[in-house]
C-alpha cells in the first residue's frame, strides 16, 4: 500500500530541504521486522503492527518508556470510586491533533468525544466505523471489555467517566495497552463525509509525538517529529522504519550504519553482538514464561504425585545452558520475576531422577510409561528451539521408565489441539501484555480450563482460581500481592506446569544511539531517543 | 506464419487452465488455516469463526470456491486479499515495478558478461580462460541463493564497505514520493543530488545475486552454440577469404550462435522472476516475490494464487513472444512443426 497525495509530495519537498546537510536534520532509523497490516491497533494483535501505530499515538494512561509502571498520558489523573466499579478520568487539556497527509486539518483539541469514539468503534456496533477494516477487535474482546463495561459517559469535555460491572483491578494497566489507543472523532467524521473511511486506517492522524508521512509496503515507514507534541517535541527530527525481515541483514545493516536500532537479532549473533565495537547491547529478563504443561484431565497426569516426579526428573539447569545459551533464566514460578507479586520464597523442585522414579512408584505408575510430548513448531521469544528441549526432556524422561514420544503440528493446528486438551504434555509459553500478573495467572484459572481455553492443563483448583478472581477485583496493591504469593504456593505444589525460563530480550543499538530504553512488554519506543 | 502464431497462441490458454488449476489446488495443500494464521495467538470464538469463513467464502465447496476463482480471473478480478482487504491485482502494480527494476538490472548483469565470456570460451576451446569460464558458470549456476546473498553483504557491505547491505534507497539522506515505482527514474526526477547514485548502489548486489543464474546459463550456452557455428562450412569459407577473426566471429558466427541464445534468455525471465522470491527477501526488496513469501506466511490464500497467477502469467506471456520473435529470425521453424 503506497499512500500518495499532493500533502505527502509537499511534506516530501520540506523534508528535502530539512535533510539538506546545512539544517543536519536527525533521522533515527529502526530496523524492523516486518510490514504492519494497518496502523490502527485496536484491529491488530501483532507487536509489528503495534510498534508502527506507537510513535503516532496516545492512550490515556501509558507505560512508562522502559518499564511496567502506568503512567499518565492523554488523562491527566484518574478516581477510582469506593466500590471500585467507577473510573473517573480527567483528561489533558491543548493536546493538539496532527495534521494528516489526505488533507485533514483539525479544528478542535483533544477532548472526551475522541475517548468515546475510540472505544465505542470496538464496542458498538452501530458505530460507522465498527465493521471498517475487518471490523475484528480481538483484544478487546479477549481482554472481556464488552462483559466488563457497564457504560463509558461524557461527563464534560475534558471528564470520561467508564463504569463496570464489577470491580477489576488489572482495568487500568489494560487501558494503557494498544487497543486503548485514543483516535481523532473528528478525522473519523471527516473521512466518513470523503467516502473513504478506510483511510482512517492507513493514514494514521493521532495526538502523539511523531506525525505519519508516509508507508511502503515491505519496504519503508516515514515519521516527522510533531513540534506541537503535548510532552514536548521528540529529540530526532525523523522517524524511519526500514522493514527487513532477514536478521543477518538487520545485524549488517546495523553495522553499517543503515540503521540505528535493530528487532530481534539472530540467537547465534548475540556473541559477536557483543563484541562489537559499533554496538551496544541492551539486554534485559523478558515478561514471559516458557512451560511443559501436564493434562491434568489425562491419567496419569491427574495425580498430583507424577506431575511431581515429571518436576524433578527432567534436568531444566542443562536446558538453560544447552537452548538458552545465556539468554534465559530458570522459571520457578508461573509469572516472571520482573512481575510484582513474584514470590522469592518458593522453591523450585531439585533435578532428582532417584526420587522421581521413586514417586512414581509410590503413585501406582507402571514403567515403562508411554507418553506423549509436544513440541512447538516455531521459535517464539520464550523459547527458541522446543524441538531441542523436547529432545533434551526425553532423554530425561527414559531414565526413569517414561518412554516420551515427541509430536508436533503446524503452528495454528498445534495452538488449537492443546487449546482443546488433545494432549498429555505439551510445550508453550507466553509473553505478559500489561505488567499485571493477572495477565499470566488466568492462564490456570478454571475459566480458561474449559475446552478451547488457554488453561492448557486443563487443570481447575478451587483455591486457587477463588485467589485469583479475588485478586483481581482488589485495587490495593499490596492486598493483591498477598494473594498472588499464596496462589503460587499452590501452583508449585499441585505442578500443572513443568515451568523452564524466562527469557532474556537483546535489542542492539548503534553507539550514537542515546537514551534508547529496552521494554520488557517487547515494545519498540522512539520518543526521547536522541542521536549523538 | 500467421498460422503458426494462432497455433501457439491457442496452446497457451490451456496451458492457462491448468496452471489456474494447479495453482488453486497447490495453495489449498499448504499446510494451515488462513484464519488461524491471521487471528494469531489467541483463541478464537467457534461462531465468529463460522463468520469468517463465510465471509471469506472458505465455507462453500471447494469446487465452487474453484468455480468462482476461475469466473474472476476470466474477468480480470484476481480476488481481494484476506489480510489488506485491497484487490490483489492493486497489490502487484504497486510492488511489481521492484521486482521488475531488479529482474532487468539481473538480466543485463548476466547478458553484459555472459555472452562475451560465452564467445572468448568458444573462441579460445580448451585454453585455461575457457576452463575457467566454465568452471564458474557451473558453481554460479548451483550456487544456493540465500548463501550467495549473505555471503556477498558479508564481503561487498560490511567488510570493504563498497554497497549498501538492503533496501532500495539511502533512507537517512534523501527522500522523494514515488512517481513510476522504478527507483532509478524516481530519484532522476527527484532533482536530489546523488539519489540516483544512491538508487543505483541498492542495486548492485541484488542484481548480481539474481543474475547469477542467468549468467551461468547465458555462458555456457553461447559457448555451446558458438562452438557449433564456428565449425559450419560459411565461417570455414569467410576465414578462407581472409577475414579478420574479429569480422569472421562478430559479424558471421555470433549473429548465428545468437538465435538459441536469444531462447534461451526468454526461458531466464522464470528464472528470475522464482529467484526474486529469495533475493527480495535477503535485500528486504519489495517486490512480489517477498509480498508471496508473506502471503504463504499467512495463508492468504487470494494473494497467493493472484500473485502466482500474474507471474506464471507474464512467463507465459514472455516465452510466447520469445518463440514468435524466434520464428521471425529463423524461418525455417515454421515448416519444421
Request: a neutral charge.
Amino acid at each position: 500500500m503506497r499512500v500518495i497525495t499532493p500533502k505527502v509530495a509537499l511534506a516530501a519537498a520540506m523534508l528535502t530541504v530539512l535533510s539538506a546537510p546545512a539544517f543536519a536534520a536527525k533521522t533515527l532509523v529502526y530496523c524492523s521486522e516486518g510490514s504492519p497490516e494497518n496502523f490502527t491497533p485496536a484491529l491488530n494483535t501483532t507487536g509489528t503492527s503495534f510498534d508502527a501505530a506507537r510513535p503516532v499515538y496516545n492512550q490515556l494512561v501509558e507505560f512508562e518508556r522502559g518499564s511496567t509502571k502506568v503512567v499518565p498520558s492523554l488523562a491527566e489523573s484518574w478516581t477510582v470510586s469506593p466500590d471500585g466499579k467507577e473510573l473517573t478520568f480527567k483528561l489533558r487539556k491543548g493536546v493538539k491533533f496532527h495534521s494528516g497527509v489526505n488533507g485533514f486539518t483539525p479544528t478542535r483539541d483533544f477532548n472526551a468525544d475522541d475517548v468515546l469514539f475510540s472505544f465505542e468503534r470496538q464496542w458498538k456496533p452501530e458505530n460507522p466505523y465498527h465493521k471498517v477494516t475487518g471490523g475484528a477487535y480481538d483484544y478487546f474482546n479477549d481482554m472481556s471489555m464488552p462483559d466488563l463495561l457497564k457504560s463509558i459517559d461524557k461527563v464534560d469535555d475534558y471528564t470520561v467517566k467508564f463504569t463496570l460491572t464489577e470491580p477489576n483491578a488489572p482495568m487500568l494497566a489494560n487501558l494503557a495497552m494498544d487497543f486503548g489507543t485514543i483516535m481523532s472523532k473528528e478525522y473519523a467524521d471527516f473521512l466518513l463525509k470523503k467516502g473513504t473511511p478506510e483511510q482512517f486506517d492507513q493514514i494514521p492522524v493521532g495526538t502523539g509525538p511523531f506525525s505519519f508521512v508516509a508507508y511502503q509496503k515491505d519496504a519503508v515507514i516515514r515519521f516527522k517529529a510533531f513540534p506541537a507534541y503535548w510532552g514536548g517535541p521528540a529529540k530526532v527530527d525523523n522517524l524511519v522504519y526500514a522493514i527487513t525481515p532477514d536478521p543477518t541483514a538487520r545485524y549488517a545493516k546495523l553495522k553499517k550504519g543503515e540503521c540505528h536500532v535493530m528487532i530481534a537479532p539472530n540467537p547465534a549473533d548475540i556473541a559477536a553482538l557483543k563484541t562489537d565495537p559499533v554496538v551496544n547491547l541492551i539486554s534485559q529478563p523478558g515478561l514471559n514464561i516458557g512451560y511443559l504443561s501436564f493434562n491434568t484431565q489425562k491419567p496419569p497426569f491427574d495425580k498430583k504425585e507424577v506431575r511431581q516426579a515429571f518436576n524433578m526428573a527432567i534436568d531444566k539447569a542443562a536446558i538453560i545452558k544447552d537452548v538458552y545459551q545465556g539468554a534465559g533464566q530458570a522459571a520457578i514460578n508461573p509469572i516472571p520475576p520482573t512481575i510484582w507479586s513474584y514470590n522469592t520464597t518458593i522453591k523450585d523442585y531439585p533435578f532428582d531422577p532417584e526420587k522421581a522414579k521413586a514417586m512414581l512408584a509410590a503413585a501406582g505408575v507402571k514403567t515403562p510409561l508411554d507418553i506423549d510430548l509436544w513440541w512447538m513448531p516455531v521459535q517464539r521469544p520464550y523459547n527458541p528451539n522446543a524441538k531441542r528441549i523436547a529432545e533434551m526432556m526425553q532423554s530425561d524422561l527414559a531414565k526413569i521408565g517414561v518412554n516420551a514420544k515427541l509430536v508436533s503440528y503446524e503452528w495454528g493446528e498445534y495452538r488449537k489441539r492443546l487449546q482443546q486438551g488433545e494432549h498429555m504434555t505439551g510445550q508453550l509459553g507466553w509473553t505478559g501484555d500489561n505488567g499485571d500478573p493477572d495477565n499470566f495467572f488466568f492462564l490456570l484459572g478454571c475459566a480458561a480450563a474449559r475446552p478451547g481455553g488457554q488453561n492448557l492443563s486443563k487443570w481447575c483448583n478451587k483455591e486457587f482460581d477463588d485467589l485469583i478472581n479475588k485478586a483481581k477485583t482488589i485495587s490495593d496493591v499490596a492486598e493483591r500481592t498477598k494473594l498472588y504469593e499464596q496462589a503460587q504456593v499452590i501452583v508449585k505444589e499441585e505442578a500443572p506446569w513443568f515451568t523452564i525460563a524466562h527469557s532474556v530480550v537483546y535489542e542492539p543499538t548503534r553507539k550514537e544511539v542515546v537514551d534508547y530504553k529496552v521494554s520488557p512488554l517487547g515494545r519498540h519506543e522512539f520518543y526521547g531517543v536522541d542521536l549523538k | 506464419m500467421f498460422r503458426f502464431i494462432l497455433r501457439r497462441v491457442a496452446l497457451t490458454l490451456p496451458t492457462f487452465v491448468a496452471l489456474m488449476f494447479v495453482t488453486f489446488v497447490a495453495v489449498r495443500l499448504v499446510p494451515g488455516d488462513p484464519i488461524e494464521a491471521r487471528t494469531g495467538e489467541r483463541g478464537i470464538a467457534p461462531e465468529r469463526l463460522a463468520l469468517l469463513r463465510h465471509e471469506l467464502g472458505l465455507d462453500q465447496p471447494v469446487w465452487k470456491q474453484f468455480l468462482d476463482y476461475a469466473n474472476g480471473i476470466v474477468h480480470g478480478d484476481f480476488g481481494v486479499s484476506i489480510v489488506t482487504k485491497t484487490p490483489v491485482i492493486q497489490e502487484f502494480a504497486v510492488l511489481f515495478p521492484a521486482t521488475l527494476e531488479l529482474a532487468f538490472c539481473a538480466l543485463i548483469f548476466a547478458v553484459v558478461l555472459g555472452l562475451p565470456a560465452g564467445v572468448l570460451a568458444a573462441v579460445k576451446r580448451g585454453s585455461v580462460f575457457d576452463h575457467a569460464v566454465m568452471t564458474v558458470a557451473l558453481a554460479g549456476y548451483s550456487m544456493p541463493i540465500f548463501w550467495w546473498g549473505l555471503l556477498l553483504i558479508m564481503f561487498m557491505s560490511e567488510y570493504l564497505g563498497l554497497t549498501p547491505v538492503s533496501g532500495r534507497m539511502d533512507l537517512i539522506n534523501y527522500y522523494f514520493e514515488p512517481v513510476t515505482g522504478f527507483m532509478l527514474i524516481d530519484s532522476l526526477l527527484s532533482d536530489q543530488e546523488g539519489a540516483f547514485g544512491a538508487a543505483l548502489a541498492h542495486l548492485v548486489l541484488p542484481s548480481i545475486v539474481l543474475g547469477t543464474i542467468p549468467l551461468a546459463v547465458i555462458a555456457r550456452m553461447t559457448r555451446s552454440s558458438m562452438l557449433e557455428v564456428l565449425g559450419e562450412d560459411y565461417v570455414r569459407t569467410a576465414r578462407a577469404k581472409g577475414l579478420s577473426p574479429l569480422r569472421v566471429v562478430g559479424l558471421h558466427a555470433l549473429r548465428n550462435a545468437l538465435i538459441p541464445v536469444i531462447t534461451v534468455i526468454g526461458l531466464q525471465t522464470g528464472t528470475l522472476l522464482a529467484g526474486a522470491v529469495l533475493t527480495e527477501t535477503i535485500f528486504a526488496w519489495p517486490g512480489v516475490g517477498k509480498w508471496l513469501i508473506e502471503s504463504i506466511a499467512r495463508r492468504d490464500y487470494p494473494a497467493l494464487q493472484g500473485g502466482i497467477m500474474l507471474i506464471s502469467g507474464i512467463v507465459i506471456l514472455v516465452n510466447l513472444i520469445v518463440d514468435m520473435l524466434y520464428v521471425a529470425i529463423n524461418p525455417r521453424i515454421r515448416h519444421g512443426g
